[in-house]
């Protein structure tokens, strides 16, 4: 019972600091350590440090390291070629500026699903939304809702084939690949993005008839870059339509292709001898979408070749740009294997697993949304529960008869439901991106990411335990 308590305290510091803005770095080795000491193992705190700890994290990084850093090298080419400025405004053009939810809701939703970065979307967008919600004098403080859902809901966790990391996250633990229950995932998108729009509609019909407009903001620097650089930065270009759209669609169509076509037909039994602890099946998904991000990266660099303001610092600040969000959910992962070596995780694994004796499905996903609820993070809580819990749930699976396809889908919309409470760093990246508060925009944020995503990932469980993964 002490050792249960000791985590309970560690996960609610660890929440608290973190919404107080203390970096998850510094945060999860001492709440990790305030675990251990106050469960009484003190005398270990050492080893379990160098051996649990840093073991996780150099493990997850090992993983994924190429995930993030090509994703983020994406995201900022996309970003400085012009391509997500052109993709965007193409998409206010096409939809009109009547519909401007609409309109930034698909854009930001092109861009993620075409494997930019949601910073990088939040950034590019942002511009776009003020124009558009002026001329339709739709209240500012609905924007960050609005690029939130685009953004961070349903292309993140939902849409099959999203390179998003949360969706990367459950293939080497369940031997899946992104595009895991595909018919489930657009089912639950369709609710998020219906539902999440007629939100936002609604709120804004009712902020007009009110007569609010925009509201009185200082917009002297929000049609400007937002990270202060000159407005001739190359990222402002104009670029083809069709050459900007082809980079977002060989990240989908490579992926695509090796995962359904080239590698079910190559035989990897030649590997066993040189890696003989190497499972192909349950690492060919993430192979897959390696090869289209870089794919991507390449043929966009090569298409742009001519009109690159300075190539070199783009390529310099996309790979850089990977290390944060990398190291602070592998530092939540190695914080995450310091608590399931607790003695008093036993009695918290225990009670998780049997909230639906029969059931693994409600019980992930209840796993899922507790824990990046408490980080701050879905890709942290889903990276803590599928460490701690990942080998548990393929288990209930295989004996309860459910597909890891069907594991997957909920596990990664699981986690996209309660990750974006007040302490979330994406949501006060966005509101700063906005200059907004948490009391101008937060309960529209939480509308839409939150209130809609948790009845999809409902329907997702009840189709999935009725008829299965599809």
């Known amino acids: 019972m002490t050792s249960t308590l000791a985590i309970v305290v560690s996960l609610a510091l660890l929440m608290y600091l973190a919404y107080r803005g203390v970096t998850v770095l510094l945060l999860a080795p001492l709440m990790g350590a305030l675990a251990v000491v106050l469960s009484g193992d003190a005398a270990l705190l050492l080893p379990i440090y160098t051996g649990t700890f840093m073991t996780a994290l150099s493990g997850y990084v090992l993983q994924f390291l190429p995930i993030f850093l090509l994703g983020s090298l994406f995201g900022q080419l996309m970003a400085d070629s012009g391509a997500a400025n052109t993709l965007s405004r193409w998409i206010v053009a096409s939809v009109g500026e009547k519909h401007a939810i609409v309109t930034v809701v698909l854009a930001c939703a092109l861009l993620t699903y075409g494997g930019v970065s949601l910073f990088v979307v939040a950034f590019a967008i942002y511009p776009v939304a003020v124009d558009l919600f002026k001329a339709a004098r739709i209240p500012k403080r609905l924007i960050p809702a609005t690029i939130a859902l685009g953004a961070f809901t349903f292309t993140m966790t939902a849409l099959p084939g999203t390179p998003a990391i949360q969706n990367a996250i459950p293939i080497p633990y369940f031997g899946t690949n992104v595009f895991a229950a595909p018919g489930l995932g657009i089912i639950a998108a369709a609710i998020m993005f219906g539902g999440g729009t007629w939100w936002l509609r609604r709120r804004a019909a009712s902020a007009q008839a009110a007569g609010e407009g ?42 695509a292709l090796f995962t359904y076509v080239v590698f079910p037909a190559v035989d990897f039994s030649f590997l066993a001898r040189r890696f003989p602890d190497l499972e192909p099946q349950k690492i060919v998904g993430l192979w897959a979408l390696i090869i289209a991000l870089a794919t991507a990266c390449t043929v966009l660099v090569l298409l742009r070749l001519k009109h690159w303001n300075n190539l070199k610092d783009t390529i310099n600040q996309g790979v850089f740009g990977f290390m944060l969000p990398l190291f602070n959910t592998a530092s939540e992962v190695g914080y995450g294997a310091i608590i399931a070596g607790l003695a008093g995780f036993a009695i918290i694994r225990d009670t998780v697993l049997n909230v639906a004796p029969g059931n693994p499905l409600i019980s992930e996903a209840v796993a899922m949304n507790v824990l990046a609820g408490i980080t701050g993070s879905s890709s942290g809580g889903l990276s803590i529960a599928l460490q701690t819990l990942g080998q548990d749930y393929l288990r209930m699976a295989h004996e309860a008869g459910i597909s890891a396809e069907l594991m997957h889908r909920v596990a990664v919309m699981a986690a996209g439901g309660m990750d974006t409470l007040p302490h979330c760093g994406a949501i006060i990246t966005l509101l700063a991106i906005c200059k907004l508060t948490h009391r101008q925009s937060y309960g529209d944020i939480a509308a839409v990411t939150i209130l809609f995503p948790l009845p999809a990932l409902a329907l997702v469980i009840a189709l999935g335990t009725m008829f299965g993964g599809f």
């Open 214 to 255: 925009y509201g009185d903001h200082d917009d002297a620097e929000e049609g400007a870059p937002t990270d202060g650089r000159a407005e001739q930065d190359a990222r402002w270009s104009i670029m083809p339509v069709p050459l900007a759209l082809l980079p977002l669609l060989l990240v989908v169509g490579i992926n």
